[in-house]
């Protein structure tokens, strides 16, 4: 068994960290106040090849692996998890669905700007739409119908809480071909977002990530052509599925550095802030808070590279997966929470950072699968 990165993670992790202080934390603030989409850093970290990371160079991506994206994504939700669900929804939502299920034609026009987060310049990212407004945790419960009529299919319905929903250029749309065949009944097609009849919502006022552009996504018969359809008929619950076990641990990794993050901010403060004649971290509470808080790390960050590590592997890692997530948001949740309680009073107000990073990490409970889902998960592997 080896715990260590080669030099090539290294750099990568140390590319992430420069990435995230000089680009995200300047104005982080003032994004998350403003709701301000983080359009300029996305493009940056496109830059950097970290929105088509695990991509094939064939088709505009890294060529890294997996490991290197978990150690990319906790450095980046270190400062700003608004940054880092873009990054995480285009790199293991959309760019890994496409590459692996998609056909030559759509990777060439898809997956290769898509990998590279750029078109002619501009912000070229995807969106994944599996959410409705009555089908949320219950995915196989899909209204948005997908009817076929010759050479296209028409869709209409409503996606909500659809992560780049107004940035995305393409969306990965799931919806009900056949609803007499329940599951397999779901197809998966790509649409473009200027396509005639897609409306996009209001942005969603949210407690946490902020900055980043929630929005429900309304189809009224719209036309998309048969090729555009991702794999056989009625593949788009599996195909879902299948994505949702690697995106999951974009969401884990997310959720790892916010905790981190939030970590590292408490374990100054307790350097510096005095109480009671000393620093605080000379008091035994706040010691065993920052113990406790640095083996939940350890034990988040363990799990992530070992879901990673399968995947690179090309073993199963749904369960690994399930297991890294519902850890990791309840590790961020818990160690965001206490590093404001570190921080007292100076915790609970926005120069500091630590309120923002405990809003950020609840959703990481929610989304991609709510802590309940992945013990469903999780539960049906052990007990099958
Ligand atoms: N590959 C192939 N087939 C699969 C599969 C997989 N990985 N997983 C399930 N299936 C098949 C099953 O075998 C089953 O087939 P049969 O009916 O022939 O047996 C069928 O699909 C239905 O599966 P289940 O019976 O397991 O379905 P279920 O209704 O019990 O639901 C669930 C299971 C785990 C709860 C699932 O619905 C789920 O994961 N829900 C959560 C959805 C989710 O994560 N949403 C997040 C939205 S995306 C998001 O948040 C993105 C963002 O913008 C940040």
Redesign the pocket.
């Known amino acids: 068994m080896q715990f260590q990165l080669t030099e090539e993670h290294l750099m990568i992790q140390k590319a992430a960290r420069d990435f995230a202080q000089n680009e995200c934390l300047p104005g982080v603030i003032e994004r998350d106040e403003h709701q301000k989409f983080p359009r300029e850093q996305i493009l940056k970290l496109a830059e950097l090849g970290f929105m088509g990371m695990m991509v094939s160079p064939d088709y505009g991506g890294a060529g890294m692996d997996t490991i290197s994206y978990v150690l990319a994504m906790e450095e980046v939700s270190k400062i700003d998890a608004s940054v880092s ?1 873009s990054m ?2 285009n790199n293991s ?1 959309v760019c890994w669905g496409l590459e692996k299920f998609g056909s030559e034609e759509q990777k060439q026009k898809y997956l290769v700007p898509l990998a590279q987060g750029r078109k002619n310049g501009e912000l070229y990212i995807g ?5 409705e407004p009555e089908a ?6 899909q209204r948005t119908v997908a009817e076929e009529k010759d050479d296209h299919y028409v869709l209409n319905g409503i996606k909500n ?5 107004n940035s995305a250029s393409v969306y990965l749309v799931m919806a009900q071909s056949d609803i007499a065949k ?3 009944g779901i197809n998966v097609f790509i649409v473009e977002k200027d396509s005639p009849g897609v409306t996009v919502g209001a942005k969603e006022n949210k407690l946490g990530i902020r900055g980043s552009d ?1 929005h429900s996504i309304t189809f009224t018969d719209v036309k998309v052509p048969k090729e555009n359809r991702i794999g056989g008929d009625g593949f788009g ?6 994505t ?2 690697g ?2 641990i974009g ?1 884990a990794s997310q959720a790892l550095g916010i905790a981190s993050g939030a970590y590292e901010l408490a374990l100054k403060y307790s350097k510096e802030r005095k109480a009671f004649g000393k620093e605080i971290m000379h008091h035994q509470a706040i010691q065993f808070k920052l113990a406790d808080m640095a083996t939940r790390i350890e034990c988040a960050r363990l799990l992530c590279l070992k879901a990673a590590w399968e995947k690179d592997q090309h073993l199963d890692y ?1 369960l690994s997966s399930s297991m890294a997530k519902v850890f990791s948001s309840e590790t961020a949740m818990w160690v965001a929470t206490e590093a404001v309680q570190v921080h007292g009073g100076y915790g609970y107000v926005k120069e500091y950072h630590v309120e923002r990073l405990m809003r950020d990490a609840k ?1 990481t409970q ?5 802590s309940e ?1 992945q013990r ?2 999780i539960s ?1 592997s052990i007990l099958k």
């Open positions: 669900v995480s929804v939502l969106a994944f739409l599996l959410s949320g945790s219950d995915a196989t419960s809480w659809i992560t780049n929903g329940g599951s397999k929630t619950f599996a195909f879902a599925m299948k949702l076990a995106g999951r969401i749904t959703i929610i989304y991609e699968g709510t889902v469903i998960v049906r």
